[in-house]
């Protein structure tokens, strides 16, 4: 079945710093991919939605430039923390699809200290 | 605005023991409905789907069926096993919004042996 690689899968840096993080889909081209945070034992709240080709379109609240979302290929999305604070240490999922239904990564943990 | 609402966890059950994690929703379309298992430290699998009022949909020995007159998408599953621990979510997509998805707050189940 459809494959989505999410990496990495656990990140642990220095507030201050930015953290790119990759999604990529294996076996299929995403027209669109999604990407999702997620808080300890809650549920998933959508940031963003990237079209290939085209600028993200951002959920109320998300700040654009503190999550820079690039969506170069079919095949790839990437989601950039910048200046990671502690507040932004969460749990990154991202999904993509083709037609449908979405597929998701195994997501991605950041830790800032 | 559209949501999603799921009975609170968590669910703790012996093995075997019969499963229902009620969900409920509001939209003001026709939405699509959709149950998500989250294994821990893992991204969202697609555990059933329904895309109709009285479909049901089943997958693993989990059935959901779409109640349109109660707006409704409960969980059932008679007999669950241990290896059924995990979280899940109900979701609902509206047809009209480029395959967002919408997430209900999550169940945690444990099941003991």
């Known amino acids: 079945g459809a494959v989505v690689s999410q990496h990495p899968s656990w990140v642990i840096c220095k507030s201050g710093t930015s953290v790119k993080i990759e999604c990529r889909s294996l076996d299929f081209q995403a027209t669109t991919m999604f990407w999702y945070r997620q808080f300890p034992k809650q549920s998933l709240m959508l940031m963003a939605t990237?079209?290939?080709?085209?600028?993200?379109?951002?959920e109320q609240g998300v700040e654009k430039d503190k999550f820079l979302i690039n969506h170069a290929s079919l095949t790839l999305s990437t989601l950039t923390v910048t200046s990671a604070h502690p507040e932004d240490s969460s749990f990154y999922i991202c999904?993509?699809?083709?037609?449908?239904?979405?597929?998701f990564g195994d997501g991605t943990r950041l830790s800032i200290l | 605005g559209d949501s999603v609402t799921q009975m609170e966890g968590p669910v703790t059950l012996s093995e075997e023991a019969f499963l229902t994690i009620n969900c409920t929703y509001t939209a003001t379309g026709y939405p699509s409905l959709f149950w998500y298992v989250q294994y821990p430290g893992e991204g969202l699998q697609l555990l059933l789907k329904a895309t109709k009022a009285d479909d049901k949909g089943s997958n693993k020995g989990f059935e959901a069926t779409y109640r349109k007159e109660t707006t409704s998408f409960h969980l059932e599953k008679g007999s669950v096993q241990v290896s059924d621990s995990a979280v899940y979510f109900c979701?609902?997509?509206?047809?009209?919004?480029?395959?967002?998805?919408?997430f209900g707050q999550g169940t945690e189940l444990s099941v003991k042996p």
């Open positions: 979701a609902l997509k509206l047809n009209n919004q480029g395959g967002k998805l919408i």
């Open positions: 990237s079209n290939e080709g085209s600028k993200a379109t951002y």
């Open positions: 999904s993509a699809r083709q037609d449908q239904p979405q597929h």
